[in-house]
């Protein structure tokens, strides 16, 4: 699982392990037996129960051995895990539909650092990682910008219940605007009306995507807590930032504009003499009392990058569906495979529960489904499970193929990722019957209610929503593969066991696995994919 640079931007200090409050979002009454449904199904029971804890073992001890180095993305370990994978799929009799007749999808990732950074403010020059800090991953190579005029834009947030844009003009301009959101004087946002924060506040990429389509051409993100940042967060700060490269090796267009997150000494010297008021002014702000406040200011930037590049891969098993309409619809499972590697050559990240666990169930799906089609019973849509690597540099072996999908995304009805599923943490050590859920309702409550309902018929675990909250500090729904899928739209669901001591250390080993409580997650992870791709009806969409 990986841990993403804005959250580590917006977040505290964060502590990965478990708490140990295990309350769920949902209380829901399970009934045992069958379950009756407005539709047929075939029945999954054969095929579920081919996903056996020897058989996880089995693929686990490869994926986790010191023979796959680690299987960090671009290295050797890695290379020697996917063609394990790829292995699996072919013994399976699934036939190869990747790239060039293959089980591959190559990925190209580009490594972005700075080759000249600098910033000048009216002829002051203004030091990096002192006065201000950058992301690469968020910001195109612009070697130099020159520019006259800067807007403050209070928190620069267009919203139906809040609007800082409504008076302003910033096109062919620099902007600035603070982190975060407005709060009435009780504490809850403005937006949301209650305690939590809106996305504006968790994902300030969305600010400067705004800023883009408003015209803007550079932004300044106000950071009042810039010291704490720059201690703290030093290694997100100072790392190279890897995107997804067209296979031709020509980069896709950025999302995003040059942006820096700055000082409140360097807002002030941005705004000159009306710093001071405006800036005071904008924290209590409403909608209503608030004016954009435009400044002549001479801003000389330089922001040259230099990019190295490495290819990984992700495998795909495609196993097509029987119905002769519904098999052009899609529902992908996926984990991802890669991890930490040996960084020094001596010492070596084996990742036996981050992520080999939900790698090894993903492949025991595969068989499973690959078994039903054998049979001809089913299911009626295609169904791709997908390993993929590049997670652990930022999700994006699921971005690169959400970038440059091989199946229409259009017709790609759910992602049901596997993201550690092999352990048991503190709160559930005395019962491992259970299973973290994240996301099943966010965009289709049809989706957490097949989850539940097979749940209740096959698996009986125990279904714990206490991270899918919208308030949880981990904030896992970002981070992990499915994340790519339900930011096009797409209804994902993520189990999960819950953190441990040896999350991302050498440690995470498969002698600490539980393969009978692995067994059963997948289990209820193919049942939910079974259902979806089985059902007469794709899932309704309910939420953007």
């Known amino acids: 699982m990986k841990l993403p640079f804005w959250l580590l931007l917006l977040l505290p200090a964060l502590g990965l392990q478990a708490q140990a409050d295990t309350s769920n979002v949902y209380k829901i009454n399970l009934v045992p037996g069958k379950i009756k449904r407005p539709y047929e199904l075939t029945d999954p029971t054969p095929f579920m129960e081919t996903i056996k804890a020897s058989d996880l073992k089995s693929l686990l001890d490869v994926l986790a051995s010191k023979e796959m180095q680690g299987r960090e993305t671009g290295e050797p370990g890695q290379r020697k895990a996917a063609d394990f ?292 019973v089913g299911p009626k849509r295609t169904v791709v499970c997908m390993l993929v690597s590049g997670e652990e540099k930022g999700l994006l072996g699921s971005k690169y193929y959400t970038e440059f999908p091989m199946f229409p995304l259009d017709k790609t009805i759910v992602d049901v990722n596997i993201d550690m599923i092999g352990r048991v943490d503190e709160p559930h050590k005395n019962n491992p019957n259970y299973v973290y859920v994240i996301g099943s309702d966010r965009l289709s409550p049809e989706l957490h209610q097949i989850n539940e309902r097979v749940n209740t018929e096959y698996t009986k675990m125990e279904l714990n929503y206490k991270y899918n909250a919208k308030d949880d500090p981990n904030h896992y729904y970002e981070r992990s593969d499915h994340y790519n899928f339900a930011e096009k739209g797409i209804p994902a669901i993520f189990y999960f066991n819950g953190t441990h001591a040896d999350y991302h250390r050498p440690t995470d080993t498969p002698d600490k696995i539980n393969f009978d409580a692995l067994a059963k997650r997948a289990q209820l992870a193919f049942l939910t994919a079974w259902e979806v791709a089985d059902r007469p009806s794709r899932l309704s969409i309910e939420k953007k």
Do not use: C
Not at 306 to 320: P, W
Not at 326 to 345: C, N, Q, R, W
């Open 85 to 376: 994978i790829a292995q699996q799929f072919k013994d399976a009799g699934i036939p190869p539909q990747g790239d060039r007749n293959t089980y591959f999808q190559k990925i190209v990732l580009a490594n972005e650092s700075w080759s000249n950074l600098s910033l000048k403010v009216e002829g002051v020059e203004f030091k990096n990682k002192v006065d201000f800090y950058v992301l690469p991953a968020y910001n195109p190579n612009t070697p130099e910008m020159n520019l006259k005029e800067i807007v403050f834009v209070g928190y620069g947030i267009e919203d139906p219940k809040y609007n800082d844009y409504a008076k302003a003009d910033v096109k062919g301009k620099a902007v600035l605007f603070y982190d975060g959101e407005p709060l009435n004087d009780d504490g809850k946002s403005k937006i949301t009306g209650e305690m939590y924060r809106s996305d504006w506040a968790l994902n300030w990429q969305k600010k400067v995507k705004l800023a883009k389509e408003k015209g803007a051409t550079l932004v300044f993100i106000l950071d009042p807590k810039i010291s704490d940042n720059l201690k703290s967060k030093r290694r997100a700060i100072g790392a190279g930032g890897w995107k997804p490269v067209a296979e031709g090796g020509e980069k896709k267009a950025s999302e995003y504009i040059n942006n820096l997150f700055v000082s409140p000494a360097l807002a002030q010297a941005l705004l000159g003499d009306k710093a001071g008021k405006v800036l005071e002014t904008v924290a209590v702000s409403g909608t209503e009392s608030f004016k954009p406040s435009k400044v002549k200011t001479k801003i000389e930037l330089k922001m040259a990058k230099e990019s190295t590049t490495l290819v990984g891969s992700n495998v795909l098993a495609v196993i097509e569906g029987i119905d002769p309409q519904l098999k052009k619809e899609y529902v992908f499972v996926t984990a991802h495979y890669d991890h930490l590697g040996s960084p020094d050559s001596t010492v070596v990240y084996y990742g036996a529960d981050d992520n080999a666990s939900g790698s090894s169930g993903v492949i025991e799906i595969a068989r499973a489904f690959q078994e039903a089609r054998k049979q001809g």
